[in-house]
């Protein structure tokens, strides 16, 4: 296998549509054992050491469910289903493990489960261009920007910026670019120039301001476009949690606040405060948010409990 192999495999990578929900299960699983090799030098692992950390990820980069007891194992379905180009599944006395067996948590256990990125995978990932390659390319396919930072954190990968620059996967081509223009023209267009449009935020340092980005309602990675109509200008705290899905719009474009999220702190206690609030609206002559990317952030992002996630 070349690098150029990898990469479309995991540009390839099959994913379950959970309704109508993302599934980014197996990126999250992939992510999870480079950050594993990096550190270990292996990705060798029992599903009972991948159950936790793994449902964890998922939990918190995925789509929300509300059943705790299958949240914690939800790291069983991309452990038997991730390809077997990348990736060798066995039992306790060292039988294959086919993508077709039951991705419950309790039969791998009992099963004595335990997977290994094949041979040739792990010989390429020795290469530390190779994991930085293979980790930006999942980043820049399946999530957005400021999660970039916490997803490197928890897998215990360093922090590259991939976001500005087109990644070039073999067979299939250039993965689409963002805009140019897209940060200033949201920027701009907000209520209040350079102003979060959540909290008003519009600190400067100087004649340049500080602290406030261009967010996508729908992330550019799931097809969102590089338009006003999809975009926010937010203070940096509140994009981070807007793309984790603490913070969310109504259809009435009232900000909404996740019920599992906690703070102790008057500072973190602030931000159940902005739930009801309305959001800064674009300044006259620039488009207004588009309906259906704040559906989308709703369905797809927002950790408003689902029954039908998994």
């Keep these: 296998m070349t690098r150029d192999e990898l990469l479309s495999a995991l540009a390839g990578l099959r994913q379950a549509r959970i309704g109508a929900h993302r599934a980014p299960h197996k990126p999250l699983l992939v992510l999870w054992l480079l950050g594993r090799f990096v550190t270990?030098?292996?990705?060798?692992?029992?599903?009972?050491?991948?159950?936790?950390?793994?449902?964890?990820?998922?939990?918190?980069f995925g789509p929300?469910?509300?059943?705790?007891?299958?949240?914690m194992q939800r790291a069983?379905?991309?452990?038997?289903?991730?390809?077997?180009?990348l990736w060798d599944l066995r039992d306790s006395v060292g039988r294959p493990i086919p993508p077709t067996d039951p991705d419950r948590g309790g039969w791998l256990r009992a099963q004595g489960a335990h997977g290994r990125m094949r041979p040739e995978v792990e010989r390429?990932?020795?290469?530390?261009?190779?994991?930085?390659?293979?980790?930006?390319?999942l980043l820049q396919q399946h999530f957005t920007p400021a999660l970039e930072a916490p997803i490197c954190d928890a897998v215990g990968l360093e922090v590259t910026s991939w976001a500005a620059?087109?990644?070039?996967?073999?067979?299939?081509?250039?993965?689409?670019?963002?805009?140019?223009?897209?940060?200033?023209?949201?920027?701009?267009?907000?209520?209040?120039?350079?102003?979060?449009?959540?909290?008003?935020f519009d600190g400067a340092l100087g004649r340049h301001p500080v602290g406030v980005e261009a967010?996508?309602?729908?992330?550019h990675s799931q097809g969102g476009p590089d338009e006003v109509s999809n975009g926010l200008a937010l203070c940096s705290l509140h994009h981070t949690l807007f793309d984790l899905?603490?913070?969310s719009l109504g259809p009435d474009l009232r900000i909404q606040v996740s019920r599992w999220y906690v703070a102790r702190s008057t500072a973190g206690q602030a931000i159940d405060a902005l739930h009801g609030s309305?959001?800064?609206?674009?300044?006259?002559?620039?488009?207004?948010?588009?309906?259906?990317?704040?559906?989308w952030h709703q369905r797809q992002v927002f950790k408003r409990p689902a029954a039908h996630a998994a």
């Design 215 to 219: 967010a996508h309602v729908r992330w």
């Design 245 to 247: 899905g603490v913070l």
């Design 76 to 85: 069983a379905m991309p452990f038997v289903h991730l390809e077997r180009t």
């Design 124 to 137: 390429l990932l020795a290469d530390p261009g190779a994991v930085a390659a293979a980790a930006g390319l």
């Design 165 to 200: 620059r087109a990644i070039f996967v073999p067979g299939q081509g250039v993965q689409r670019a963002r805009r140019p223009g897209f940060v200033e023209d949201v920027l701009h267009a907000c209520a209040y120039a350079y102003a979060c449009a959540f909290c008003g």
């Design 278 to 295: 309305r959001v800064a609206t674009p300044r006259p002559g620039h488009s207004a948010i588009d309906a259906q990317y704040v559906d």
């Design 40 to 60: 270990l030098g292996s990705t060798a692992v029992t599903y009972d050491e991948a159950e936790g950390p793994v449902s964890r990820l998922i939990n918190d």
């Design 64 to 71: 929300a469910m509300t059943n705790p007891s299958q949240a």
